[in-house]
């Protein structure tokens, strides 16, 4: 198991009281696989993310474990977290524009990495790898001598993921990749991303808040709101045959073209996610759900088996009677 | 206009009124909370009423030569708390009279220019084409035009009186400001609202009025602490110089008449360090003000609370 | 007046990037209609000239050729002319957050069209009685903000996204316009809100009979609310027609590739076309999609012997009226009835 996270919960101390943003998740992705995670702003999942690296922010409070090949990120010593943070799992990050630096050409860029943690690789030897990296992304090696403002916002998405692979990490984590992308330049994007999983044997973990995306590129999806995964399965499965009822909005909310169903009748949810900091009790969907019942004002539903290989977090999974979607 | 309006006007002007007022309470709360803008606020405070109250504090008469009633130069005493001047006048009665020379001259002139500086910078940010390159250019004339020799130019063809001072100090002092409002303005201008408000109809009256300065007004407000400071000691200079207004008594005049008396080769320090502190008092009391303003009002220079889209740990990559 | 409400005659929007550049061909011969009451979108990758092509309708940008008509009569540019269009072509913007004025509270934000066109007085001299705050509590309570008094005294920053969209459409609504034209309007809102605000843009539409232009490049909005689709690629509109003909049946290669690279459809083979959207001061001769055509490329256009006319001959702009065309050599050759 390349990650493995367990009972993890993450809580900003602020100003207004805690601020619970992860609670309670557990989370796995093998070498060679993709897990994509989806939920919308302020469920947690760049706050999940940033913790796999603890990059979290210092006003954080952990409890749980994260473990990257069996050791565990939460307590590891310095030394090794930022070799971790390289050349075992890397991020990607959304905005490539304003990650790269704008008056150092592409190739400096991708060598830096490279060259602070392996400080017995020549210069030559640097270069080389940097042009088999950006051939990796499908970028011609010549554009090592580019400046970022000469690219365009795929080319340096490209570049940000070349960077992200530059010390062969087994874990990449991508947030919201292609967030700022058009539909053309995302699909080139994600089509690349899905081949170098293939390819190098990586994990790779996708967050985005497009259930869709996750779904075509993905092999398994976790579906996360109000800090907590409320439905994990199969990729296909869960898009196409949700469990829990936010699943299943999320599943909605892009329609499938041809869907008559979804012609001039747009799904969506009323209201707006929680505050994190005032909770509603029990199940923490409840207000919004369509399918709500009294006793989910009451009781918040532990994640079951929904079926072979998933899970979901409703009381109304595993009720024969009244089983959702 | 017919009664139906007004009466709705009312209401929605109330509930503005009641927003802007929670919102100031919200600004003093903060400002609070900056020690060192509290101490400059102190300072100020005191100095603003010595100003005030100089009728009561100290008498007037004690400002004539002619009815000096010390001897030349006498050292603090009981009777002279701060000693006396060459013509022996007290020197404390000249410092607090002094007081409301050089906040009058500092106030209105930051005034003068703070108003010509926002005006060029909002117009100069705000237009396209010639009239912002016009406002534009004149703004950077005024700027690479060494400041106290057109000062000094200005004053001695005026001539010497206290409103002269300060056109000149206001006149002179705007460009700063006017650059610093204009990238303001250049970066509002870029905002959606402003697109939104074009869309909706609204004039470039409209535009710069509603939109533009009331999203620059905190650095106008900020800035105009750090002129005030400014404004002050180029008023003791232009004074220092021989170019104040010769019936008035201000901390710059004090100083000239001490270099004239020659109170450093005397040793009457009592002449000299007093005014320089009250001058040095001042200033800082207003720079620590501005400061603590354009932390509360500037949010890049304020640490907020983390959010979900916020980056914190993009630092760590660079 | 059956004439539609909002056409494009043979427009031109050119930039000029700068001393010695070529001209940014923005906008480069577009010929659109959208009828009254009716939902069109116009759909395109970033850089395709979508948004110039919105602005210029709304007046926002004056076009070096054709014209603009709004309700059978051309396009003023003068400033009363533009105040009074204003009035009846109201813009969405693609960000509520950066649409509204932080330091304006949610009933200022909505009033201030009203100010602007002195709307209270206008109608008390139609002699209907009204005030500003009916007005502004009308206009949010179209926009499903509710109840409306609720939200007068809040600031932008103390509302959700999806709330922040709705006080930016409640202000277009407080003026009674007879066109929305909304650019993007829930891209950058989370994915539960976007159906909310897609459903009121159609009940806008039923309950107000309101003509609403949608710039997108989300095909799958289009196929939630768009009664017609112009699909848009390098300054030109490459096919139009009912969204379920260019959506069901799309006879333009570039619409054939956008359609199946989106995640929903998996019927369709991802056709991803390789390199960046071309740049518009550089429009290739012929078809300008012809250097990233897969058509093209995979012989297609060659076995119908249209291949050489691909390259070299440049399609007719494609009219307003009509049903569904596409410009496109090869979609011509394949149904010779069509002019």
């Known amino acids: 198991m390349l990650l493995r996270i367990r009972d993890l919960d993450v809580t900003y101390r602020t100003a207004a009281g805690p601020l619970p943003a992860v609670r309670g998740v557990n989370l796995d992705v093998n070498a060679g696989q993709s897990v994509g995670l989806a939920g919308e702003s302020g469920c947690g999942k760049s706050t999940l993310a940033a913790t796999i690296l603890r990059l979290q922010p210092p006003s954080a409070r952990l409890s749980g474990s994260v473990l990257v090949d069996g050791e565990d990120v939460l307590t590891m010593r310095w030394g090794p977290l930022r070799a971790l943070r390289w050349a075992g799992a890397s991020m990607v990050f959304q905005g490539a524009l304003h990650s790269l630096n704008p008056v150092r050409r592409i190739g400096q860029q991708i060598a830096e990495p490279i060259r602070l943690h392996e400080p017995s690789v020549s210069g030559a030897e640097a270069a080389r790898r940097v042009g088999e990296l950006l051939e990796q992304v499908g970028l011609p090696a010549s554009r090592a001598a580019t400046y970022p403002h000469q690219l365009s916002g795929g080319q340096r998405q490209r570049v940000m993921i070349a960077m992200a692979l530059a010390c062969r990490p087994r874990l990449v984590i991508a947030d919201e990749p292609t967030t700022a992308l058009d539909v053309m330049v995302q699909a080139q994007v994600l089509t690349l991303l899905r081949d170098l999983v293939r390819d190098l044997d990586i994990g790779l973990l996708l967050i985005s808040h497009d259930l869709s995306v996750l779904s075509s590129t993905c092999d398994r999806v976790a579906v996360m709101y109000a800090g907590r995964i409320v439905e994990e399965g199969a990729a296909s499965q869960v898009f196409k045959d949700p469990r829990h009822p936010y699943a299943a909005a999320l599943a909605g909310a892009f329609p499938l073209i041809g869907d008559l169903a979804a012609r001039f009748g747009p799904a969506g949810l009323p209201g707006d996610p929680p505050d994190p900091r005032h909770l509603p009790t029990g199940c923490s969907f409840h207000p919004r759900c369509p399918v709500a019942m009294p006793s989910c004002a009451e009781t918040d539903p532990p994640a079951v088996p929904a079926g072979p290989g998933r899970t979901a977090a409703c009381l109304l999974v595993g009720d024969p009677e009244r089983e959702p979607a | 206009m017919s009664a139906g309006e007004a009466v709705p006007r009312l209401t929605a002007r109330q509930v503005t009124r009641r927003r802007r007022r929670e919102s100031a309470r919200r600004t003093w709360n903060e400002f609070r909370s900056h020690r060192s803008g509290v101490v400059g606020l102190g300072i100020l405070v005191v100095f603003v009423l010595v100003a005030l109250g100089a009728p009561l504090l100290a008498d007037a008469t004690g400002l004539k030569v002619t009815a000096a009633t010390g001897g030349v130069l006498e050292a603090p005493s009981a009777e002279y708390w701060l000693g006396t001047d060459d013509n022996g006048r007290s020197v404390l009665t000249l410092l607090i009279w002094g007081a409301r020379v050089s906040l009058f001259v500092g106030l209105l002139a930051t005034a003068i220019s703070m108003v010509i500086g926002t005006l060029v910078g909002v117009a100069s940010g705000h237009f396209r084409g010639w009239p912002s390159s016009v406002l534009f250019r004149l703004t950077e004339w005024f700027l690479v035009i060494p400041f106290l020799p057109l000062a000094i130019v200005m004053a001695s063809v005026l001539g010497a009186s206290l409103i002269n001072i300060v056109l000149v100090i206001g006149v002179t002092s705007w460009p700063g400001t006017a650059l610093l409002i204009r990238a303001q303005t250049l970066s509002i201008e870029e905002r959606p609202f402003l697109e939104r408000a074009r869309a909706l109809g609204a004039g470039h009256w409209h535009q710069m009025s509603r939109h533009v300065l009331p999203n620059v007004m905190p650095m106008v407000f900020a800035n105009t602490t750090l002129t005030v400071a400014i404004a002050i000691l180029t008023e003791t200079t232009l004074s220092f110089l021989g170019l104040g207004d010769p019936l008035r008594v201000s901390w710059g005049s004090m100083l000239d008449d001490a270099f004239g008396a020659g109170a450093i080769t005397t040793g009457a320090w009592w002449f000299i360090i007093p005014p320089g502190i009250c001058v040095i008092l001042v200033v800082l009391s207003f720079t620590l003000i501005g400061r603590a303003l354009e932390e509360i009002f500037n949010p890049r220079l304020r640490r907020g609370i983390l959010d979900e889209t916020s980056k914190p740990r993009r630092r760590e990559r660079s | ?339």
């Open chain 3, 1 to 339: 007046m059956n004439g539609p409400l909002l056409e494009a005659r043979e427009l031109q929007v050119r930039f000029h990037a700068g001393r010695g550049k070529r001209p940014v061909r923005a906008v480069d011969g577009v010929d659109l209609a959208v009828g009254r009451g009716e939902i069109v979108a116009l759909v395109g990758e970033s850089g395709c000239g979508k948004t110039t092509l919105a602005r210029t309708l709304l007046g926002l940008e004056r076009p070096q050729d054709g014209t603009v008509l709004f309700d059978g009569a051309p396009l003023g540019y003068g400033s009363g002319d533009l105040k009074r269009y204003r009035r009846r072509a109201q813009l969405i913007l693609q960000d509520p957050t950066g649409a509204l004025n932080p330091r304006q509270t949610v009933y200022e934000s909505v009033a201030e069209g009203l100010r602007i066109h002195r709307a209270v007085a206008r109608k008390q001299r139609e002699g209907i009685e009204t005030s500003e705050v009916d007005l502004v509590s009308a206009a949010l309570a179209k926009a499903g903000l509710r109840p409306p008094e609720g939200f007068f005294m809040t600031y932008p920053h103390e509302l959700s996204g999806g709330q922040r969209q709705r006080v930016v459409i409640a202000g277009a609504l407080a003026l009674e316009p007879e066109l929305l034209v909304a650019d993007e309007p829930v891209s950058s809102l989370d994915a539960s809100i976007r159906g909310e605000i897609l459903a009121l843009l159609l009940r806008l539409r039923d309950e107000l009979g309101l003509t609403v232009l949608v710039v997108t490049h989300d095909l799958g909005l289009a196929w939630n609310i768009a009664d017609r689709i112009a699909v848009m690629y390098l300054g030109r509109i490459v096919e139009v027609g009912s969204t379920e003909q260019v959506l069901q049946a799309p006879e333009h290669p570039y619409t054939q590739a956008l359609l199946s690279v989106v995640p929903e459809v998996e019927e369709i083979e991802p056709v991803v076309l390789a390199g960046e959207p071309p740049d518009p001061s550089r429009i290739p001769d012929g078809c300008r999609f012809h250097p990233r055509c897969q058509a093209l490329a995979g012989g297609a256009a060659e076995a119908a012997g249209v291949a050489d006319r691909c390259i070299s001959d440049p399609l007719p702009v494609i009219a307003a009226h009509g049903g569904h065309r596409a410009a496109c050599w090869l979609a011509e050759a394949r149904s010779p009835s069509s002019p």
